[in-house]
């Protein structure tokens, strides 16, 4: 049966009961740098270890409960959802560091399911572990899948692909269930949401008709025409990120969903050397550098 009562005081018992430990290795000179709901991580020299086993047995007589420990060898901790922990019998990884489902399982996953580019985080953990660096693991890997984002996009988008070429496109409505990878092609991603006029007109409101800007949020913009219809009626590019709005056509908001870059459908599994596959490995690495900016390596 379910009992909120004993649940609250399970929790908030078992918390400040932490607390009351983490207080006593404070007064004591023994830091922690990291806890949670159920456990403690703290960083001591061999010259406290006596200190630090007197304190815990203490705390286990007082309160009845036993600890458990385990020794780290290597720390890495961005929050508490986010971490690299080296230990004596494996690795931990938790939040933006976890790969090994999608490394040891790529060929199981549903293209409809979550799916970010695993080797982002896999060279990472390389790097903070084996100390390889981001290039030689990003640039010598061999599977294709593991470059690979899947999403779904919500019912009330679109998903738009555009092939650009200068001032020219095409563009193509495609499955709201996708994969790509991010490349050196033609081809961009965006996300298409249509508007009443009455919203776009918030948004978007036109300047003089002599300046070649639009105002938006009070801002000005350049813009250029990329593409004119049969009917005269043209679709503008705003330079503000990779925001397309087609104001004329059919009111509708065009959201890049990879600003700044191209990608490459791969709905479909092609064989191929992971040469042709065109891989833009800038935008990998760049992200694999975000993950490990904060720490000391």
């Known amino acids: 049966m379910y009992d909120e009562l004993a649940l609250l005081k399970t929790t908030l018992n078992g918390q400040l009961f932490l607390l009351m430990l983490i207080e006593e290795l404070y007064l004591n000179d023994i830091h922690t740098f990291y806890a949670n709901t159920d456990g403690i991580t703290i960083e001591i ?3 406290q270890v006596t200190k630090f086993n007197k304190i815990c047995l203490e705390w286990e007589k007082n309160t ?11 720390c890495y901790i961005r929050d508490v959802n986010n971490y690299v922990i080296l230990k004596e019998d494996g690795v931990k990884l938790k939040g933006s560091y976890e790969y090994t489902g999608y490394i040891e399982k790529y060929g199981e996953f549903d293209v409809t399911g979550s ?15 084996h100390n390889i660096s981001l290039e030689e693991t990003i640039m010598n890997h061999t599977d294709i899948y593991d470059f690979c984002i899947a999403n779904k996009t919500g019912s009330q988008f679109k998903n738009c692909l555009f092939e650009i070429n200068g001032t020219s496109f095409k563009e193509e409505y495609i499955q709201q269930s996708i994969r790509y990878y991010i490349s050196k092609s033609n081809n961009k991603l965006f996300k298409v949401k249509a508007k009443s006029e009455t919203e ?15 105002i938006l ?16 009626k043209n679709i503008y590019v705003i ?4 925001l397309f709005v087609d104001i004329f056509k059919e009111w509708l908001h065009y959201d890049d969903v990879c600003v700044g870059r191209n990608i490459t459908l791969f709905n479909k599994f092609i064989m191929k050397d992971m040469i042709d596959y065109n891989i833009d490995y800038n935008y ?3 992200e694999a550098y975000k ?4 720490f000391k390596v």
């Open 45 to 47: 020299d061999n010259e």
């Open 64 to 74: 009845l409960m036993q600890l458990e420990y385990t020794d780290y060898k290597k």
């Open 115 to 129: 799916f970010n580019a695993p080797i982002i985080a896999y060279a990472v953990v390389q790097r903070l572990i």
């Open 200 to 214: 776009l007109e918030s948004l978007l409101k036109k300047g003089k008709t002599n300046v070649n800007s639009y």
């Open 217 to 232: 949020s009070d801002k000005i913009f350049p813009y250029k025409i990329i593409h004119t219809y049969s009917d005269g």
């Open 239 to 242: 330079e503000h990120g990779s």
């Open 284 to 286: 990998y690495i760049e």
């Open 291 to 294: 993950l490990i900016k904060n």
